[in-house]
Each structure stands twice: as C-alpha cells, then as structure tokens.
C-alpha cells in the first residue's frame, strides 16, 4: 500500500494513543517520550509526508543511505538542519565515520571508545560537537551490537568523556527478538537501571536519553522508562 499523508497521519496518532496509555500506566508523563520516525529502507518521500504530518525527529540505520536520501531531499528544498534532527541508529563502522560526523546530528551506536575517537577526529576538523549515545547489548544475543556489559560500558565512558567534540547524552539498546515480554521488559529495566546510576555517578554529564523500544515492542519501553522510542514499520508500513 502506497502511503499517503492520511494514512501516516493515523499511524502516528495511533502510536501516540499508544504511548500515552504506557505512560499513564507507569505514572510518567507521554510529553516526556520523543517519537522517531526510522527511514531505513523507506523512500525519500516517505520523509518528506513525515514531515508534514509532524513528525521532526528521524533515524537512519546505514551512513550512505542517509547521506543519498536526506542530502536529495535538502537539495530540493524540503527540509534543512533546522527543521529536522537526523540520528544514526544503526552499526557506525570507522571508515564511515567522516560521513556521519558531516551528516547525523546524533549517534545512537557507539560501543566501542576507538569508534568515537574516529568520530571525535573528524568533528575536529569540521569544527562541531555531535551528540552521541552508548549503546548497550542487553538481550545478550550475539548477532546484536553494543557493550556486553555494564562495567565495559563505564569503561569506554570514562574515556570517551575526554573527547571534547563528543558529548555523551544517554544510552540506546534493542530490545530481544521474542514474543517473552517479561524477558523483553527485563532488557529495558537493565539500561534504565543502569542510566540512573550513570547520572548518579557523573553528575557533570547532561544524560537526558534511553532510547529503547521499537514499532513491536514501544509500550514496553516506555513503561520501563524510555525517553525517545524508534519507529518504523508502525509509521511507513512494511518494509519491502
């Protein structure tokens, strides 16, 4: 089905719906929960209808389909850096690091410290700072990227903290692939656990992100404290 402006109008007030009954069951607030809407493997206009139906907040998973779909999109004039924050939200390899620190405004996959050195070098010489988040393996299956633990984490933290271009503002994860929602909501209260006592410990760090929940499995998220959930599928549709 070929989406229209109607069609993702729906979706989008749907997910809202959604993530307000989450929050009122945990007792926070749904202004508190940022909605991104992830492009990947979405076409250029897909952006363009999110836009106009509200949306301001994007992720891309892969660098160089970024770069192609957003850069064409600028260049007609839809949108620009004002108007729309753009995250990476998938792998960031280091040969790929100069095209992310020209394009993204955040970096939600950082989960090694030689990673975010490459990126640091190459926002040096562009003369910007970019924020970045920690990613952290929390379902512990091995085709997934991140941090394998907490204090490997802290670790690479304490070391990415010296990289003056770089400002660390939170952490990501993906959630397990499983229809076991106890295990799934064990994934997130993890990183939440483990952001508290992040901002506990370093409290000269502005942390103000978890980003964790996804199109099936957002109202877990945000019932375990999620601040910025990632949406694809419950958006745009199927992904071809």
């Given at each position: 089905?070929?989406?229209?402006?109607?069609?993702?109008?729906?979706?989008?007030?749907?997910?809202?719906?959604?993530?307000?009954?989450?929050?009122?069951?945990?007792?926070?607030?749904?202004?508190?929960?940022?909605?991104?809407?992830?492009?990947?493997?979405?076409?250029?206009?897909?952006?363009?209808?999110?836009?106009?139906?509200?949306?301001?907040?994007?992720?891309?998973?892969?660098?160089?389909?970024?770069?192609?779909?957003?850069?064409?999109?600028?260049?007609?004039?839809?949108?620009?850096?004002?108007?729309?924050?753009?995250?990476?939200?998938?792998?960031?390899?280091?040969?790929?690091?100069?095209?992310?620190?020209?394009?993204?405004?955040?970096?939600?996959?950082?989960?090694?410290?030689?990673?975010?050195?490459?990126?640091?070098?190459?926002?040096?010489?562009?003369?910007?700072?970019?924020?970045?988040?920690?990613?952290?393996?929390?379902?512990?299956?091995?085709?997934?990227?991140?941090?394998?633990?907490?204090?490997?984490?802290?670790?690479?933290?304490?070391?990415?903290?010296?990289?003056?271009?770089?400002?660390?503002?939170?952490?990501?994860?993906?959630?397990?692939?499983?229809?076991?929602t106890l295990r799934v909501s064990k994934a997130f209260a993890r990183l939440k656990g483990l952001y508290q006592r992040l901002k506990e410990c370093y409290?000269?760090?502005?942390?103000?992100?978890?980003?964790?929940?996804?199109?099936?499995?957002?109202?877990?998220?945000?019932?375990?404290?999620?601040?910025?959930?990632?949406?694809?599928?419950?958006?745009?549709?199927?992904?071809?």
């Open positions: 089905m070929t989406l229209t402006l109607d069609i993702f109008k729906k979706n989008f007030q749907l997910i809202q719906q959604k993530i307000e009954e989450a929050a009122i069951r945990a007792g926070r607030k749904s202004q508190d929960i940022r909605i991104m809407a992830v492009t990947k493997s979405f076409p250029a206009e897909y952006i363009e209808i999110a836009c106009r139906g509200g949306i301001s907040l994007f992720g891309e998973n892969r660098v160089q389909e970024a770069v192609e779909k957003y850069g064409s999109l600028a260049g007609q004039g839809m949108h620009n850096q004002d108007d729309l924050e753009l995250h990476l939200v998938g792998h960031l390899q280091r040969n790929k690091a100069k095209k992310a620190a020209e394009t993204f405004c955040c970096v939600q996959s950082i989960d090694k410290p030689e990673t975010a050195i490459a990126l640091q070098r190459h926002c040096q010489s562009l003369r910007r700072q970019m924020d970045i988040l920690l990613e952290m393996n929390t379902s512990g299956e091995e085709s997934k990227y991140g941090f394998r633990n907490e204090d490997e984490l802290i670790s690479a933290l304490d070391s990415i903290m010296e990289l003056s271009c770089l400002r660390v503002r939170g952490l990501m994860t993906i959630g397990p692939f499983t229809q076991d409290p000269g760090l502005v942390l103000d992100t978890l980003s964790m929940g996804m199109s099936g499995d957002f109202e877990i998220a945000v019932e375990e404290g999620s601040t910025l959930v990632r949406i694809g599928t419950a958006l745009f549709g199927q992904r071809e």
